[in-house]
């Protein structure tokens, strides 16, 4: 079954929580789990891009660590990944330029793996 994990308007972020990220969502994911990605675009095409990190790993930064990135993409529409391994994942969602109007929507599903769900 289907779960929404995120709807968001994609806006500029005056206080950005990293250079060039509006937000970075997390949530805890099981191995197998599909993460669906649709992006409703205001104007334009329907593309945005998202970043995949695996929070549990870091790796050693210029100033600080940062969560280890496993996967960089265009959405076109929408896209899937498929959660590799049981944990914590960070979806950075990039800034879009400083006085632009909203871009769209994002929103983010999980359907968990049919290992995960439990049969009762």
Known sequence: MREKLLETPVRHNEKWPRQDIMSIPTFELQEGDKI??????????????IQIEDADKMVKGDVIDRPLKIAEFSIVGSAFYRIPETGTYN???????TGSEEQGILK?????????????
């Open 108 to 120: 983010i599903f999980k359907e968990p793996s049919t290992e995960n769900e439990s049969t009762e």
């Open 91 to 97: 979806f950075p969602i990039p800034n879009p330029m």
């Open 36 to 49: 669906i990605f649709q992006f409703l675009a205001h104007t334009g095409d329907n593309i945005w891009g």
